[in-house]
Every structure is written in structure tokens, then in C-alpha cells.
């Protein structure tokens, strides 16, 4: 296919004195319209070189940034950091870094007052306690502090680059949680040790005042609190309790099954209405997690807190987990006491319990090793959680019903029926696509059951949000690698050329990104890309652009948009777009694994042969094709014109050196 830029789309005048506050999103735009002239920096037209520098830096830029300047640490900021910042935005621009993070001075002040020092600082987890959202919180952050220095050597302001990891710091510690959790909860052989030891263990993790389980009587009307646990000076809420007390609607939303979090009893309406219950509970905050058994409300995992607090997704997440595992560990617990009573308990248990739960005997081979396992019998709850019929299962060997299932079950099963020990696992079976967490536990020689929970949505969560974060992580540091590369190597012979060249290569890298984003991360559309990259070069001239559709993957397109960039520049000051007649044609094939492109120029000025000097360029077109990509690029600087062709493999290179200048 072929398509003509039209000339409409040229960008060639001279940028104004502000054109470094350009684009930045709202940020952007909050720049051009302040009132500078009531802050120490004055004007924008009469910052120093260096400021205007590094605003456009942060305006151009996705990640968190801000600048501190001058004798009053004013602030100026871009979008990113805006959310960092919460309600303190926007009244925090061109505001004294003091007055707008005095809640954490003490913290930052002085690490702040090193760089004005010219002491430059990096940390990778910081904690900062701070109210930002109407409410306290802990926070945490990666980030740096680069002293910058004016014309004269002196340090005039400090530059920070920083990424808020509180989510993952986050999940690390509630991952580190459920784990302590598990191990806590695998060895109690009590229903009270289990309820006690969780209530525990989520209170202190949490830093609330108290914690516990709720059990409702056989009359639906009253509660009877089990496994609590307080924080020094929290009254228990041991005893007989009716449970209208809190509020009938509150009742009625646990009783439909929704866990409920509120942050101030006296201003929900749910609890608006049993306040003098709450107070004299020392109750403000709360979570309430419900557990429905037979269709009825038959207990409730609760946390408390005497103060109001905002509660964040995770930690009702996390109490709804923790409720979940306390009553699987419970269900265990009184599973093993209910084999061991009697056979009419123990097939009550066995026809209610949320677990998925099989007795099984091993099936050996002739030499006597394992070789499978029959199923003798199974619950409700566990065809539901495998998808498998119990008609079609029961007194059937496991390799009949699930031809293709790992050796790793009979093996572990096998271990347990030897030893006499039980294990506990998380594995997949592959053939059903479903990951399950079993407890095994010998019972008469030759047998044992499986208690079973399918986790499969937990797995694909926690993969997904590892993907995410490697991948944000990954992006994050190859986009600040190549911006530093541009901002060290790029010459120009005064303050607004250099400026201008740093403005379009970044930019350069801001369309490909915003092409990847558009298209969720997958890729860019070449065409797509090559048109966005040309338009503002063009004054009239005619490009062909032509070749099969074709999705450029997201860890090649970057490094293509930067080097149709400087082809671009090249033909803009030296070659076919630099005349109004000239042409350009950029054809394009897909081969297996490779594209191979050619950018053709043609009735631009005569050309004398290949440059003397290796620029600026040359260097980005070697260190993105070859270095990143691990592609070719050949240049031939005909008279007619210059042609490059490029064999950029797309099969994914190994991952490209960090670009940025060590220290």
C-alpha cells in the first residue's frame, strides 16, 4: 500500500522561548497557564538553560519526576508525579518543597538538602507515612536525587525520578503472610487453635486492635465470639451476643453473603444506626467477612480498629483470603476429628464441607511400586471443584478417568501411604488446566484422602500480577536508559539546537510508546508508526510508504521508531526532505523471523559521498538496529540519494545494554 504525508502536518518554524513547556499532558498545560510571577522562579521565558532542560525532560516523560529549585526547593512536577502527590495537587506547583511535603520532611528534608549539597542519592524501598488521600497511610517508593548544577558549576537545583512500589511491597508482605499462615495453621489439630492462631496472625499484619471469629447460634439470633485476639488495651468482645445489636443492615448484607468493610461507624450507613453497639465496643473501622453454610450465616472472620480508617482492596482481600484458609485449615481440623469419631459424623462432614475431599487406595504394580490409585469414593464438593462426574469416577483407577495425569500424584500419595506422614501441595493437573491445594493424610494401610481446594484463580492472579510487574519494571529502565543516552551524547552548538534535537528524539520514543499503549503492550503498527514518525518533517514532499500490515512486536518498536527518527533528521537537513521537491520511499517485507526495510530518498541535493564524520546518527541507528536489535543496517550514499536497509529480526534479541552513563 502506499500513502502521501499531507504537507499540512509539517512542523518547520522555529520553537517559541516556551517550547519546552509543549505537550506534558495536563501538566503541560498547568505550566503554560500559572502564574509564574508569584513564584521565585519568575517567568518561564527567563528560567536558566539547565530548568528549561530538565522540564521538558519530566513534561516528556511517563514515569514520576520532579524538579526542586532554587533557594525554596520550588517544585515543578509532570503527570506522573501529580498522582503521587494526591489531593496535594495542584496547588503543590511552584509551591516550596517544605510546605508541600511537611508530613514527611523529616524523612526527605534532609536527603533533599544532600543533593543541594551535591551529594546525589539512590534508594530502592523507601517507607514514608503520609496523608495524601483525606487519610494516613504507608507508602513506599523507589527513587533518586540528582544534584544539578548552572552554567557556573554551582548546584542550583535537584532532579528526582522515582516509582511508587507500595502495591508490590504490599503484596510481597501479604504473600509472606499467607505463607506464615499456612505454616502456622498445618500442624493445629483444634478448631480453637486454628480460629486463635489466624485471628492472631491477621491482627498483628494488619496493625489492628483487634481481631477474631464470630460463630452464630443454632437460633440465627445471637453470636458467640471464638479465637479472639486484642491489642494491648482493646476489651474482648467475649460472651453471648444478639446480633441485631450492630445494625439490622448490616446483619442482612452478611447474611447475603457480602463481606463488609466500613472506615467510620458513625458516618456508614450500615452501622449509622447501632452506634451506641460500636462505641461501647471501641469499634470504628471494621471488616467483616462472612461465612454462609447451608444457605445461613454461620460465622464471620471480623477485624477492628478504634480509629477510623480507610480500608485499601487488598486488605479486604487479604482478610477474605485469610477467612477462606482459616476455614479450609478449620475444615481439616475437624474433618480428621470427624474420621476418627465415628462413620455418621463423619459422613455428615463429608456430604457439607466446601473442600473437595476423596478417599482413595493405592493400586501397585507387580514389583510393588506405585503405579496408580482408585478412587473408592468422592463429595459433592469435589466434582464441583474438578468438573469431573462422581457416576464416572468412583471405583475407577485415576489413569482411567485422567488419562494424561502427571506421575507426581500416585508418587506423592504413594509417600504418604508408606510413611504414614501426610503432605500438603499445591500442584496442577494439566489435562484439566486446574491447580488444586491438597492435603493428604494416610488413613487404613493402603488408603489415604485428599482434602482439596481448587486455587486455580489465585495461580493465574499471582502470575499475572508477577508478568505486570516484571514487565513495568523492565520498560521503565530501558525508557530512562535511552533518554539518559540521548541527553549525554547529543551535540548541539547552542542551548536551543540542543534543545530541540533532545525534544524530537524523546518524542521520537513518546510516539512509539503511545503506539504500544494503544495497542495494550502487544505491538505497534509499522505503517502506523512510520506516519507518525514523518509527518512533522514534511514540508510538501512526496513519501511512498509501502508494505504488508504487519504488527512491529513492543521490544522492537522503540528501537525502529528511533531510527526512522534520525533517518528522518538526516533527510530533513542534508538529503530529499530537505527540498521541496524531493521524494522519499519507504518499502517494507516481512520473511520469516526478520523485516527487511528500505528507505529510498530521491531529488534531494546531489550527494558527495558518506560523511567524513560518524555522528550522532550513525551511533543511534548502530546502537538500536545492531546493538538492541541485533539487526544490520547498510547505507548507501548514492548520488541520486541516500539508501538504508534495514534486517531487523524479530524473533525477540537478547535484552539491550543499560545506555546510561554508570554514576
Known amino acids: 500500500m502506499a500513502?502521501?504525508?499531507?504537507?499540512?502536518?509539517?512542523?518547520?518554524?522555529?520553537p517559541s522561548t516556551a517550547a519546552f513547556l509543549a505537550g506534558g499532558g495536563g501538566m503541560g498545560a498547568q505550566f503554560r497557564t500559572h502564574d509564574w510571577s508569584g513564584t521565585p522562579l519568575g517567568p518561564p521565558g527567563a528560567w536558566p538553560p539547565a530548568l528549561k532542560t530538565l522540564v521538558a525532560v519530566l513534561l516528556g516523560a511517563r514515569q514520576p519526576m520532579f524538579v526542586a529549585w532554587g533557594p525554596e526547593r520550588t517544585m515543578l512536577y509532570n503527570d506522573g508525579y501529580a498522582t503521587v502527590l494526591g489531593a496535594r495537587h495542584p496547588a503543590a506547583l511552584g509551591r516550596p518543597f517544605r510546605e508541600v511535603w511537611f508530613d514527611i520532611l523529616d524523612d526527605i528534608g534532609p536527603i533533599l538538602e544532600r543533593a543541594f549539597a551535591g551529594e546525589g542519592t539512590h534508594m530502592d524501598d523507601i517507607a514514608l507515612t503520609m496523608t495524601r488521600h483525606g487519610y494516613l497511610e504507608k507508602t513506599y517508593f523507589s527513587f533518586s536525587y540528582t544534584p544539578v548544577r548552572d552554567e557556573s558549576g554551582a548546584v542550583a537545583g535537584m532532579f528526582c525520578a522515582c516509582r511508587e512500589i507500595t502495591g508490590r511491597v504490599m503484596a510481597g508482605r501479604a504473600?509472606?503472610?499467607?505463607?506464615?499462615?499456612?505454616?502456622?495453621?498445618?500442624?493445629?489439630?483444634?478448631?480453637?487453635?486454628?480460629?486463635?492462631?489466624?485471628?492472631a496472625a491477621l491482627g498483628r499484619h494488619l496493625g489492628c486492635d483487634r481481631a477474631g471469629y464470630a460463630e452464630v447460634a443454632a437460633d440465627d439470633a445471637h453470636f458467640v465470639v471464638e479465637g479472639e485476639w486484642c491489642a494491648a488495651g482493646m476489651p474482648s468482645l467475649s460472651g453471648r451476643r444478639r446480633l441485631e445489636e450492630f445494625g439490622p443492615s448490616l446483619i442482612a448484607a452478611l447474611r447475603a453473603g457480602h463481606t463488609v468493610p466500613f472506615a467510620d461507624a458513625l458516618a456508614e450507613p450500615l452501622t449509622a444506626g447501632a452506634a451506641a453497639a460500636f462505641e461501647a465496643a471501641e469499634v470504628c473501622a471494621a471488616i467483616t467477612v462472612p461465612l454462609i453454610q447451608a444457605g445461613r450465616l454461620a460465622a464471620g472472620l471480623f477485624v477492628h480498629h478504634r480509629t477510623p480508617r480507610r480500608w485499601t482492596t487488598a486488605e479486604v482481600a487479604l482478610v477474605q483470603e485469610a477467612a477462606e484458609r482459616t476455614a479450609a485449615a478449620v475444615g481439616r481440623v475437624r474433618a480428621e476429628a470427624a474420621l476418627r469419631a465415628s462413620e455418621a459424623r463423619w459422613r455428615g462432614l463429608f456430604t457439607r464441607m466446601q473442600e473437595g475431599f476423596a478417599l482413595c487406595e493405592m493400586v501397585p504394580a507387580a514389583d510393588g511400586r506405585p503405579l496408580d490409585f482408585r478412587y473408592i469414593e468422592v463429595n459433592a464438593a469435589w466434582e464441583r471443584l474438578t468438573g469431573l462426574p462422581a457416576a464416572q469416577v468412583v471405583g475407577r483407577l485415576v489413569t482411567e478417568v485422567i488419562p494424561d495425569i502427571e506421575p507426581f500424584w500416585a508418587e506423592t500419595y504413594a509417600g504418604v501411604v508408606e510413611t504414614g506422614e501426610p503432605a500438603h501441595f499445591e500442584y496442577r493437573i494439566a489435562a484439566l488446566d486446574r491447580w488444586f491445594e491438597v492435603l493428604a493424610y494416610p488413613t487404613e494401610p493402603g488408603r489415604f484422602v485428599a482434602v482439596f481446594l481448587n486455587i486455580t484463580d489465585r495461580k493465574r492472579a499471582e502470575a499475572r500480577q508477577a508478568l505486570l510487574a516484571r514487565e513495568v519494571e523492565h520498560r521503565a529502565k530501558n525508557a530512562l536508559a535511552v533518554v539518559q543516552s540521548v541527553l549525554r551524547l547529543t551535540r548541539a552548538p547552542d542551548m536551543a539546537a540542543y534543545v530541540r534535537a533532545v525534544e524530537g528524539r524523546v518524542a521520537a520514543l513518546s510516539r512509539a510508546q503511545t503506539l504500544l499503549a494503544n495497542d495494550h503492550s502487544e505491538g505497534a503498527e509499522l505503517h502506523t508508526l512510520l506516519a507518525g514518525e514523518l509527518a512533522p518533517f514534511l514540508a510538501g514532499q512526496r513519501v511512498e510508504l509501502d508494505g504488508p500490515p504487519m504488527l512491529l512486536p513492543a521490544v522492537a518498536a522503540q528501537p525502529v521508531a528511533m531510527a526512522v527518527h534520525e533517518l528522518a533528521t538526516n533527510a530533513v537537513k542534508h538529503g530529499a526532505l530537505s527540498v521541496p521537491g524531493g521524494r522519499l520511499a519507504v518499502r517494507w517485507k516481512v520473511q520469516p523471523a526478520r523485516l527487511l526495510l528500505r528507505w529510498a530518498e530521491a531529488g534531494g541535493p546531489a550527494v558527495a559521498g558518506a560523511p567524513a564524520r560518524r555522528g550522532f546518527g550513525s551511533r543511534v541507528l548502530d546502537?538500536?538496529?545492531?546493538?538492541?536489535?541485533?539487526?544490520?543496517?547498510?547505507?548507501d550514499w548514492a548520488a541520486s540519494g541516500l539508501v538504508c536497509d534495514l534486517d531487523v529480526p524479530l524473533g525477540g534479541p537478547p535484552p539491550p545494554p543499560d545506555l546510561a552513563t554508570p554514576g
Open 175 to 199: 504473600q509472606e503472610f499467607r505463607l506464615a499462615l499456612e505454616a502456622r495453621l498445618r500442624d493445629l489439630a483444634e478448631p480453637r487453635e486454628v480460629l486463635a492462631e489466624a485471628a
Open 623 to 635: 546502537g538500536t538496529v545492531r546493538g538492541q536489535l541485533g539487526g544490520t543496517v547498510v547505507l
Open 3 to 14: 500513502d502521501t504525508i499531507p504537507e499540512h502536518l509539517g512542523t518547520s518554524r522555529t
